[in-house]
């Protein structure tokens, strides 16, 4: 049986020198629950905490030994910019070797069945990694997903964050970055360097280096968030703050 083909915005993944205290600030301002800590991160010499958006999972990674990616990422950024942009498709392989006839290499297969997936190169993809990931029969949007641990569901909070609703990447030439992810992710921008997936969109605006700069949330009440930010110690400007390497901007 072959799958109608799909692609959704399934986890974001930042990172930060060490987890503490980006995960418990992001729990607190933000109102979200810690739902897994991966063991199996550790082979790369990361520790990572996972907390679901709604259905969108956002990850913290932090290295804790020499020499890892992540590492290398955080020395190279100055600690700015999102990690990856994580996509949940039916058929990672095949978005694989279309990004590889692009020019994007591959950099890395994962298969733990029943989840398999396909993490692009980040120099190729620019500003980020991309990663193409299935899980067997899980195409259900509040189906298993093995990274977020066995029961990631029961942890959904919407009480204060509703929805991680748009990414936001920064480059010198938007547009072309925008073309570049809309080829490797098969979407075609739309209007204002826009590349609209069902449940979430990346925008790109002008910016000096290209990274993912800002994660939009909808929240409930924003003035709350704000205040708790402010509690935090966090530098508040308007409706964003800057926590684990990105402007968390808030939408009412």
């Known amino acids: 049986m072959t799958m109608a083909p799909y692609v959704r915005l399934r986890q974001i993944c930042l990172v930060a020198p060490q987890l503490a205290p980006v995960i418990s600030d992001i729990a607190e301002i933000m109102g979200l629950a810690v739902c897994y800590r991966d063991g199996n991160v550790a082979k790369y010499g990361l520790e990572n905490a996972l907390l679901p958006v709604d259905t969108i999972l956002l990850e913290v990674v932090a290295p804790f030994q020499d020499g890892t990616t992540a590492g290398r990422f955080i020395e190279k950024t100055g600690g700015r910019g999102g990690y990856m942009a994580i996509f ?59 990274p977020a641990g ?4 029961n942890f959904i909070r919407k009480d204060v964050t509703q929805a ?5 990447m920064q480059s010198p030439d938007p547009q072309g970055l925008a073309e570049h992810w809309g080829k490797i992710i098969g ?18 605006v ?47």
């Open 88 to 146: 949940c498709c039916n058929d990672p392989d095949e978005r694989g070797r279309n990004a590889n006839a692009l020019g994007v290499r591959t950099a890395n297969v994962i298969d733990h069945a029943p989840y398999h997936g396909v993490q692009l190169h980040p120099r190729d993809c620019r500003a980020a990694f991309i990663e193409f990931n299935h899980t067997e029969g899980s195409d259900d949007i509040l189906g298993a997903y093995p």
């Open 150 to 153: 066995p029961d990631w569901q």
């Open 164 to 168: 991680l609703t748009a990414v936001e």
């Open 187 to 204: 979407v075609a921008p739309s209007g204002d360097a826009e590349l609209k997936l069902p449940n979430a969109t990346f925008h790109f």
């Open 206 to 252: 002008k910016g000096a280096s290209e990274i993912m700069s800002a994660l939009e949330f909808r929240v409930a009440d924003a003035a709350s968030v704000l205040h708790a930010a402010k509690a935090k110690g966090l530098a508040v400007a308007g409706n964003e703050f800057l926590l684990g390497g990105v402007t968390f901007r808030l939408a009412v």
